[in-house]
């Protein structure tokens, strides 16, 4: 076709990335049904409170760590320092939110 005088074709497209690529683990017994409130910043939580972000729901650690989970880059899959949020939160499974 006429696309080849427009576009020059380096190589195909490595789908290998795609399993490298964060994705919720959608294992039917981690489903929770319907999502936890949203997280907020600046919240006060505790160890066990449980948040969601984009239908993943996470779980307050323990003290001393609960202490970070309300702060700004310490919500969950905030990149602002790195993986540091991990220290706050886990994920413990997904759910399913319910728009109007």
Same mark, same amino acid.
């Given at each position: 076709?006429?696309?080849?005088?427009?576009? %020059? &074709? &380096? =190589?195909?497209? /490595?789908?290998?990335l795609d399993? %490298?690529? /964060?994705? @919720?683990d959608? $294992?039917?017994?981690?489903?929770?049904?319907?999502?936890? #409130?949203?997280i907020?910043?600046?919240?006060?939580?505790? =160890?066990?409170?449980?948040?969601?972000? /984009?239908? %993943? *729901?996470?779980?307050?650690?323990?003290? @001393?760590?609960?202490?970070?989970?309300? =702060?700004?880059?310490? #919500?969950?899959?905030?990149k602002?320092?790195? $993986?540091?949020? &991990?220290?706050?939160?886990?994920? *413990?499974?997904?759910?399913?939110?319910?728009?109007?």
């Amino acid at each position: 076709g006429y696309w080849k005088h427009a576009w %020059i &074709k &380096k =190589e195909n497209c /490595d789908r290998s990335l795609d399993k %490298i690529i /964060d994705t @919720p683990d959608r $294992d039917p017994s981690k489903n929770l049904g319907n999502c936890p #409130e949203e997280i907020r910043v600046g919240n006060y939580y505790e =160890e066990g409170d449980r948040v969601s972000k /984009d239908e %993943i *729901v996470y779980e307050c650690r323990a003290w @001393p760590y609960s202490g970070f989970c309300g =702060e700004v880059g310490y #919500e969950p899959q905030s990149k602002v320092y790195g $993986d540091a949020w &991990k220290q706050a939160w886990m994920e *413990v499974g997904w759910c399913t939110s319910y728009y109007s």
